[in-house]
């Protein structure tokens, strides 16, 4: 009998044992429902009519009040409207009916946690940062530096490193509010136009993760893509975001994308470019289908030199006229005429980032893996990498091939 009682009491426990986990590990669920899903996020610079209706909800009234010396800045978020977002082609989803996926909210502050503050004060439910797909910052807070906004969203751990930060001309709040046609979910049009440039090999997989990485290296700087409003609530990729430490401090042309994927290398190609054979009146499309990169660091007269290799492989896509007849010297001709013009960009490209002291090469990485002692006696920090950087030599050589001809006139 004792036995009997004994083998029940230790079935009992190891039940209670069980089962206890299962039944705790839901005491602190949150239905998705009872969550303020955040999709895209803007910031702006603030203008003197936007502060006022948040003066006093998160600090006291001060119209001297200055939080580390920034700005005040605004924050536009959309947040999804439940029940509305589209769960498959066409109307699927319970969202038709003209009716908005999106809610768009704006609010104020001194800082972005400030301002988010402010913002869930006119938001019935908590924000939830897990679904963010892109945050927006406006030209004129980028060049005053984002360290706060980094800051911000790097100890956010609802925050995802594969989301995408774009630098916008104009104010982020714009393409917050935009109503693009070809997606029901405007931050979903926004993510969407990045994630296939990638594939497309027209723009590096640079996401927010990446970034921090870059900002936080001794030798080498990060940059953002560079984002415009166009016609019809449209958007375009522009160009290269250049940043000196937090620091906005150029931007490139769009077709120096291509030339910077081609320097570092980034295998899918994706760009087009016209050329004219020499002695010849016709045109020739060519399009990149991969690229390869070497660097080699060297010392020369006791400096630093970086020479780098670029190999490019690709199709001639067009010619200008059908009376044009291909051989294998008129091809050789188009490949050393792709060579110099692709030479001359790419010192071109290096220099401009030179005359800014952004290096989003990373060379001073490269040097500092290869040649630590010189970097230990002469450079040791990322400042003075930032003044070495526009006096660097860098030699480029480019070898162009093209493997595939599939013509017809324009």
């Excluded at 426990?13 to 955040?38: H, K, N, Q, S, Y």
């Excluded at 001359?344 to 002692?373: M, W």
């Amino acid at each position: 009998m004792t036995a009997k009682r004994r083998n029940k009491t230790v079935s009992v426990l190891l039940l209670v044992i069980t089962v206890f986990p299962i039944l705790a590990g839901c005491w602190d669920r949150m239905e998705i429902e009872e969550r303020a899903v955040v999709l895209g996020i803007g910031i702006d610079k603030a203008k003197e009519k936007h502060t006022k209706p948040n003066e006093a909800v998160s600090h006291p009234a001060n119209k001297d009040m200055k939080v580390l010396g920034t700005d005040i800045i605004k924050v536009t978020v959309q947040i999804a409207v439940p029940g509305r977002i589209p769960l498959g082609p066409g109307e699927g989803g319970g969202g038709g009916g003209g009716q908005k996926t999106v809610w768009v909210v704006e609010a104020v502050g001194h800082t972005v946690a400030d301002a988010f503050n402010v913002l869930q004060q006119r938001v019935s439910r908590p924000l939830f940062f897990g679904h963010l797909r892109i945050i927006v910052v406006s030209e004129v807070v980028a060049s005053k530096g984002i360290e706060n906004l980094n800051d911000y969203f790097r100890r956010n751990p609802e925050v995802r490193r594969t989301n995408w930060m774009v630098i916008c001309k104009g104010e982020a709040a714009n393409i917050m509010h935009a109503s693009p046609q070809l997606e029901r979910v405007p931050t979903l049009y926004l993510m969407t136009t990045m994630d296939q440039a990638v594939k497309m090999g027209r723009f590096p997989n640079d996401f927010l993760g990446i970034f921090w990485s870059s900002v936080s290296a001794k030798g080498k700087e990060g940059y953002l893509p560079y984002m415009e409003m166009m016609e019809n609530d449209n958007v375009q990729i522009s160009g290269l975001a250049l940043f000196r430490g937090d620091k906005l401090v150029s931007v490139t042309d769009p077709r120096e994308i291509i030339l910077y994927m081609g320097i570092m290398g980034v295998r899918e190609g994706g760009g087009e470019s016209y050329v004219k054979p020499k002695g010849s009146s016709d045109y020739f499309m060519f399009q990149s289908r991969t690229r390869k990169s070497t660097f080699k660091v060297s010392l020369q007269d006791g400096k630093p030199h970086i020479n780098v290799r670029v190999i490019i492989e690709g199709n001639l896509l067009s010619k200008s006229s059908e009376a044009v007849t291909l051989n294998e010297a008129l091809v050789r001709d188009i490949e050393l005429q792709l060579d110099k013009i692709a030479m001359q960009s790419y010192k071109q490209l290096v220099v401009k980032t030179q005359a800014v002291s952004s290096d989003i090469f990373g060379f001073g990485e490269h040097i500092r893996a290869k040649l630590p002692k010189y970097w230990n006696e002469h450079i040791k920090t990322e400042e003075h990498w930032q003044e070495q950087y526009s006096g660097l030599k860098v030699d480029i050589s480019v070898d162009i091939h093209v493997r595939r001809i599939g013509m017809k006139a324009t």
